[in-house]
Nanobody, 119 residues
Framework: QVQLVESGGGLVQPGESLTLSCAAS????????MGWYRQVPGKERELVAG???????KYSDSAKGRFDISRRLGENTMTLQMNRLKPEDTAVYFC?????????????WGQGTQVTVSS
């Protein structure tokens, strides 16, 4: 089994920055892909960004140019640096991980952390 622990959510004003972190622990699987999804009430969960164990990344259109996903090579810790935040970024953000290399397909999920962007 894989356990994911998220941290870093909170309330910020528009234009400010916020950093989310996720640590994956496992004694069985090799974690290849890690990513961040977000979800607002009434909508489907959407991919924000993903990163492979080798550093390959993928971003949603809304995240490109504002968010930066990073991961220490060989480790199962991941960071999402979110800059120039907008009210529409408000959502519950979920950390995800997988033994697949596909950055769109995840098996394990964190509990989620709330990000609120409001003045």
């Amino acid at each position: 089994q894989v356990q994911l622990v998220e941290s870093g959510g909170g309330l910020v004003q528009p234009g400010e920055s916020l950093t989310l972190s996720c640590a994956a622990s496992t004694d069985r699987f090799a974690i290849n892909a890690m990513g961040w999804y977000r979800q607002v009430p009434g909508k489907e969960r959407e991919l924000v960004a993903g990163i492979s164990s080798g550093g390959r990344t993928k971003y949603s259109d809304s995240a490109k140019g504002r968010f930066d996903i990073s991961r220490r090579l060989g480790e199962n810790t991941m960071t999402l640096q979110m800059n120039r935040l907008k009210p529409e970024d408000t959502a519950v953000y979920f950390c995800a991980a997988s033994y697949y290399y596909n950055l769109d397909e995840y098996v394990f999920w964190g509990q989620g952390t709330q990000v609120t962007v409001s003045s």
